[in-house]
């Protein structure tokens, strides 16, 4: 999709820190991390948000879910524990409408969020 941040990273034409890229999921360092570890895993097909990408493709969300956690275990917060993020529209937070998962680690993370 034209314009979008995180479709340009996926085809290369923004840099990122990579932590993996494969034929479906990309995964890369947030460039304002709130934590030791944080990660975005983005899909390479653009979808507004979990919500769209669920509507529009079930299975791959299943799998996209299965590529974040065994992201967690490779960036090793898995033993420790983790948290999983996907903030949803305006009211969430939102800020890049491209769906993204936050995988954060490496501190004790406060519950509820703000
Ligand atoms: P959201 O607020 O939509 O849930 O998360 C978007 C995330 O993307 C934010 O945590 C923000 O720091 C990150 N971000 C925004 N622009 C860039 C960028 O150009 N590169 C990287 N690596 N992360 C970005
Ligand atoms: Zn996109």
Known sequence: MDDCLFCKIAADEIPADFVFADDEFLAFRDINPQAPVHVLVVPRV?????????????????????????????????????????????????????????????????WPPG
């Open 46 to 110: 653009h979808y507004a948000d979990m919500a769209d990408f669920a509507r529009q493709d079930p299975d791959g969300v299943g799998r996209y879910l299965q590529r974040a956690v065994d992201a967690a275990q490779e960036l090793g917060v898995a033993d420790a524990g983790y948290r999983l993020v996907a903030n949803t529209g305006v009211m969430a937070g939102q800020t890049v409408p491209h769906v993204h998962v936050h995988v954060l680690g490496g501190r004790p993370l406060l």
